[in-house]
């Protein structure tokens, strides 16, 4: 069964501490990875898509990378702003649909 | 403009009642999904539509029934609504192969 785990459930820091998420996934084909931003009360926005094993993306303060077991998101210097949920998706091969992880609760105080 | 539109954003309503979400998408994709978030904020896929067709229904009781009158259309009918059917509900949309973009969703509380 494809299935996607994220760590840590939540995470506090300051501003400005580096840090990473993790998402590990097992899945019989995959397609592609997903990262997502999800701010309370809103829907899912997109952040990233990975489609290989060592591919890497940018935006702004989050870089997110790619493994055949696991994906990371590393915030650097992070802002209050970047305080949100962030969710981890794969797309299995053949299937029109996202396996979603549980997410992890990002707080960043001032 | 929004991309992906759902109304209602909330809808509070008693056990045994049909409710209905509607949800729109201006961006020429050709999937749309319905996503149930329950309070454990996890996302799971209930149903998938490619050029108005069913593709995907994830074992989904019949109760809930999901119609496209178009593309750009994907609306969700629910019979007999148990207070367990309370979650946020998005509706997404994709074009082939690419990323989904999501609603804002629709808060149903069943009281």
């Known amino acids: 069964e494809d299935q996607v785990t994220q760590s840590p459930e939540a995470l506090r820091l300051q501003e400005g501490e580096s840090s990473s998420l993790n998402c590990s996934y097992t899945v019989s084909g995959l397609r592609g990875l997903f990262w997502y931003r999800q701010d309370p009360g809103k829907g899912p926005e997109f952040l990233f898509t990975l489609y290989s094993a060592g591919e890497e993306k940018e935006k702004e303060r989050l870089k997110a990378t790619l493994t055949k077991k696991e994906s990371f998101l590393h915030i650097t210097a992070p802002k209050p702003e970047d305080s949100a949920t962030y969710l981890c998706a794969v797309e299995p091969q053949g299937a029109q649909k996202l396996v979603f992880g549980q997410g992890t609760r990002l707080t960043i105080n001032p | 403009d929004t991309a992906v539109s759902q109304t209602p954003k909330y809808l509070v309503t008693q056990m045994g009642n049909d409710k209905s979400i509607k949800c729109e998408q201006n961006l020429g994709h050709d999937t749309m999904y319905w996503y149930k978030q329950d309070s454990k904020k996890f996302l799971k896929i209930m149903f998938s539509?490619?050029?108005?067709?069913?593709?995907i229904n994830e074992t989904v009781p019949n109760r809930f029934s999901p119609k496209s009158p178009d593309k750009a259309h994907l609306n969700l009918h629910i019979n007999s609504l148990e207070l367990g059917d309370s979650a946020v509900y998005f509706c997404?949309?994709?074009?082939?192969?690419?990323?989904?973009?999501f609603g804002q969703g629709t808060r149903l509380t069943v009281v």
């Open positions: 539509y490619n050029n108005k067709e069913l593709i």
């Open positions: 997404a949309s994709s074009q082939t192969r690419t990323e989904a973009f």
